[in-house]
């Protein structure tokens, strides 16, 4: 059980392109969603937090503009990345919670999207 | 903000031995959660084990175990009769009460040697 879906998993285009990663809990309700991008042999950095129904949450130093979070679902949310350039090439990964806030339950994770803009 | 702290960036340990990687957190909460997360070469983030900060009981999950030393703020993973599929990214995340962050350390690259 608790499995995230992400997609797509890999995605190439042109800069000024905007683009477009789903990330759906596949058996269980995610009231809370997570997304992460990671730069190649590093941690894994919070953009937002994503909550169902309501604005998402961004962490400081991210562009809510450029990267527009909807989770207009019990089971999606999506992050559109905005006219992209070359220095938003990365890997991006979604989590889900299952469960209320504060329940110290695990975030279960997508398999990643990996953007590459040329 | 909560503080993780993985000291070993890189490891390595034969096939069937075992290895211990260390993580230590700051923190000044008295309940918490802790977690390892494993990261292969195909990127997905696998939860490895759960640890509730009140209960002193070290978790167990087959051949991984943990070492809480809850004065000592640190959180070590063993891992046991180590294979070639454990060969990953490790990462060690703390979670405070009552809320919804995940706070991660740098990591800790691990190789299995055959």
């Known amino acids: 059980g608790a499995v995230v879906s992400q997609h797509p998993s890999w995605v190439i285009c042109k800069s000024g392109t905007s683009v477009k990663i789903e990330c759906r809990s596949l058996?269980?309700?995610?009231?809370?969603m997570f997304w992460y991008r990671q730069f190649p042999k590093q941690s894994l950095m919070l953009m937002a937090t994503?909550?169902?129904?309501?604005?998402?949450?961004?962490e400081q130093g991210v562009e809510k503009d450029k990267f527009l979070i909807n989770h207009a679902s019990l089971t999606l949310s999506t992050l559109t990345v905005t006219s992209a350039h070359p220095e938003d090439s990365s890997f991006y990964i979604c989590?889900?919670?299952?469960?209320?806030?504060?329940?110290?339950?695990?975030?279960?994770f997508g398999d990643g999207t990996r953007l590459s803009i040329l | 903000a909560q503080t993780v702290t993985q000291s070993q960036p890189e490891m390595s340990v034969q096939e069937a031995e075992t290895v211990t990687l260390s993580c230590t957190y700051d923190?000044?909460?008295?309940?918490?959660?802790l977690f390892w997360y494993k990261q292969p070469p195909s990127r997905q983030m696998i939860l490895v084990i759960r640890?509730?900060?009140?209960?002193?009981q070290n978790a167990t999950e087959n051949r991984f175990s943990v070492n809480f030393q809850k004065a000592a703020k640190s959180f070590s993973l063993k891992i046991s009769d180590s294979q070639l599929g454990d060969t990953a990214m490790y990462f060690c995340?703390?979670?405070?009460?009552?809320?919804?962050?995940?706070?991660f350390g740098t990591g800790t690259s691990l190789t299995v040697i055959p």
């Open positions: 989590s889900a919670r299952v469960g209320g806030q504060g329940n110290g339950q695990p975030q279960h």
């Open positions: 058996d269980f309700q995610a009231t809370t």
């Open positions: 994503s909550n169902e129904g309501s604005k998402a949450t961004y």
């Open positions: 923190t000044s909460e008295n309940n918490y959660y």
């Open positions: 640890q509730e900060a009140y209960k002193q």
């Open positions: 995340a703390f979670m405070k009460p009552g809320g919804d962050q995940f706070y």
